[in-house]
């Protein structure tokens, strides 16, 4: 329904000749050609400076801060929540246009207060320029209650705890008499606009006005999982989140809260990640980190907090966004909920009248605090923690949280803070000498394996993966039971690894697997500020190389170097490569070289070749992965699966595309429609 089909009466002449004299005039300046110039207003007389009269100056303040339904709930749910109360509801006629009345169960106001709360720049919450520095509250300005009621025919009825009653000012005319109610407060807002006809015409329909106002709701739920909301809507409940018994822990608490607000599938569809720092007095990021696969078209699921106060910060995205960098590709947009607490004295809340914007002091900070976070959480391989969920989810008996714990186990939650051992069934991480002997050469010119020396998996304690301390009893049988991913059965066309696990079947997309691990390995080494190991050819490969090839080789002879490749002219047409990465060692060492001098042709000076080296190492990975249509024998699949359970990032390609599924027994039960 519009606000405008049955507008009440006070409102209908002014909307309607509002919305016709412009589309009027529009018509007239299309139709004459040449165009007239505009009517110039005629000079005015000077006028001499006078204050603006109060109402108009709240009026005035009420643009910015005003815009539309959304943000009245913004402001009092904003206030309520200032006010400590753990319970707050909702109740809009006409998508908030006709009323908006936000109830509380906070402190309350004392009557004497009441018309103190209404004036504008009247505030409880701050006293100097050092507490406005330090501010902690959503509101600190003072002038919300003031700009709302300067638009609106608002009501205040309050209790405080030793109050002998209620009482209710009414803002317009001023009357504040007793009246009946618990300890809390009932903001009552009619008519909004009622005054200023030309902002209400800006108002969109009453659907519309509501999807704003529970949006707006909604950030506040994300924002505080241990207060309980509601939000009726012409009588009818919206929505209603409730909040879990105080005990609850808090992951668990804003997993929920997550899943009511958000729907199940955010939960179950991302990472918990928490990671605190010392620096600035402590910073602590939390929240939860959609997988790679959940991306989206649009940037309508990313959520971020600080310190409680839903914003939209450039600082903030760009890092989550470079979160993402290395595992979602294109323009799909990640989802996440992501919470910073940090000392209210480092950031400013005070740069925006909405307060939607913040300025850190030490953003650089803040930015690498959040990547990191988010980065180490995506960069876990996922296979272990599922194995456990599966697991968690068995032993559980507690049918109303399962859709919960299932997606967070609580061991999960903590990936920074637990460092579990290993599963006892699972495979130590492979040495290169192992890996380069499961993949078999190729071609017979690699040396013997026991020459190659490489540091071991990048498997260490900061990223291990969380696991959950008792082994999952699912997976005690046997010990193939106890791999995430299984155990080889079958490959599909060359393309596909077959594996059996505790949860069903695991199909794994063999190439991108594999060339996920490979440039892992090789960003690890590179990493460390090493060479990548190379190993070297026991008879060197030529090639005819272009003039331009034999240029590059030379200049870029160090960049090589690094990357594990020696290469060096042996006339002006021939290059002769020497050695080549260890972990490369079984492909095309000539198509490898050509392609990283096709690379660095790109970068003339050695600080792009720096720049570009993880794209470098990217296109090495895929060219010395193996191939589709290779034949592995199950030793060589295991071997496999065994590294991906131990790679970063290894749930996702190089570009971005996922390296296995799990089809667990309910799926293929509903495949054959067994149990139906
Ligand atoms: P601000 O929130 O910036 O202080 P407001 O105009 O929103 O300014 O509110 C003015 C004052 O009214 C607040 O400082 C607070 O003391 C009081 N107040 C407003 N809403 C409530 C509420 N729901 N419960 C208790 N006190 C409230
Ligand atoms: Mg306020």
């Not at 700009?147 to 009482?167: K, N, P, Y």
């Amino acid at each position: 329904m519009s606000n405008f089909a049955a507008p009440s009466a006070p409102f209908a002449p002014a909307i309607a000749s509002a919305s016709f004299v412009p589309s009027a005039v529009a018509v007239a300046s299309v139709a004459s050609a040449p165009r007239a110039p505009a009517p110039r207003a005629p000079a005015l007389a000077r006028r001499s400076i006078q204050d603006l009269p109060d109402e108009l100056i709240s009026q005035i303040a009420a643009g910015e801060v005003v815009e539309r339904p959304a943000s009245v709930v913004r402001e009092l749910v904003d206030n309520a929540l200032d006010a400590g109360a753990s319970e707050i509801t909702v109740r809009l006629l006409a998508g908030g246009v006709r009323l908006i009345s936000v109830e509380d169960n906070g402190c309350g106001i004392p009557p004497e207060e009441l018309p103190v709360a209404l004036r504008r720049h009247a505030t409880s919450k701050i006293r100097d320029l050092q507490e406005l520095e330090g501010v902690a509250t959503m509101g600190f300005r003072g002038e919300a209650l003031a700009a709302i009621a300067s638009v609106s025919q608002t009501s205040i009825l309050s209790r405080t705890a030793d109050g002998d009653s209620a009482w209710l000012l009414d803002a317009r005319s001023g009357e504040l008499r007793r009246a009946a109610r618990a300890q809390g407060t009932t903001l009552e807002v009619k008519e909004l606009f009622f005054s200023t006809p030309a902002r209400r015409k800006f108002l969109k329909t009453d659907a519309t006005e509501l999807a704003h106002c529970v949006e707006s709701l909604r950030r506040h739920a994300l924002a505080r999982p241990d207060v309980g909301f509601a939000l009726w809507h012409e009588g009818k409940l919206q929505a209603q989140w409730r909040c879990l018994p105080a005990d609850t822990a808090p992951a668990q608490a804003l997993a929920r809260r997550l899943a009511d607000v958000l729907g199940a599938a955010f939960v179950e569809n991302s990472l918990p990640f928490e990671r605190h720092s010392a620096d600035l007095g402590g910073i602590t990021v939390y929240g939860r980190a959609g997988l790679p696969d959940a991306a989206r078209p649009r940037a309508d699921q990313q959520y971020s907090y600080v310190n409680g106060r839903y914003v939209r910060d450039k600082v903030i995205s760009h890092a989550a966004k470079a979160a993402y960098e290395d595992v979602l590709h294109g323009h799909k947009q990640p989802i996440y909920a992501l919470y910073i607490e940090v000392d209210p004295l480092r950031v400013d809340a005070n740069v925006h009248p909405t307060k939607i914007e913040v300025r850190f002091r030490d953003s650089r900070a803040i930015h690498q605090a959040i990547k990191h976070a988010m980065e180490d959480a995506l960069a876990a391989p996922r296979a272990q923690a599922l194995a456990a969920t599966a697991a968690a989810v068995d032993a559980t008996t507690d049918a109303a949280l399962t859709t919960v714990t299932a997606a967070t186990p609580s061991a999960a939650w903590q990936p920074q803070r637990q460092q579990m051992p290993m599963p006892l069934g699972a495979a130590a991480p492979l040495s290169a000498q192992q890996l380069s002997q499961l993949w078999q050469p190729l071609r017979d010119k690699a040396p013997a394996p026991e020459q190659v020396q490489e540091a071991p998996l990048p498997f260490t304690p900061a990223i291990a993966p969380a696991i959950p301390a008792t082994p999952a009893p699912a997976a005690s049988a046997a010990s193939h039971e106890a791999w995430p991913l299984g155990r080889a059965v079958a490959q599909i066309h060359g393309v596909y690894i077959l594996a059996e696990n505790a949860q069903g079947l695991v199909i794994v997309d063999m190439h991108a697997a594999h060339e996920r691990i490979v440039y892992e390995r090789l960003k690890t080494q590179l990493g460390q500020n090493q060479p990548i190991s190379s190993q070297p050819l026991l008879i060197p490969a030529t090639f005819a190389a272009t003039p331009l090839e034999v240029a590059t080789a030379e200049a870029h002879h160090a960049s090589l170097q690094q990357l594990g490749l020696e290469i060096a002219p042996l006339s002006p047409h021939t290059l002769a490569i020497r050695a080549v990465p260890a972990v490369l060692a079984q492909g095309d060492a000539t198509a490898l070289a050509r392609q990283v001098l096709a690379e660095l042709q790109q970068h003339e000076a050695s600080a792009l070749v720096d720049r570009a080296r993880d794209d470098i190492l990217a296109s090495m990975a895929c060219h010395g992965a193996v191939r589709a249509n290779r034949r592995l024998s199950l030793e060589e699949m295991n071997a496999l699966l065994r590294q991906m359970e131990h790679t970063q990032r290894s749930d996702q390609c190089n570009h971005g595309r996922p390296t296995w599924r799990q089809l667990d027994m309910n799926a293929l039960d509903a495949l054959f429609l067994r149990g139906r």
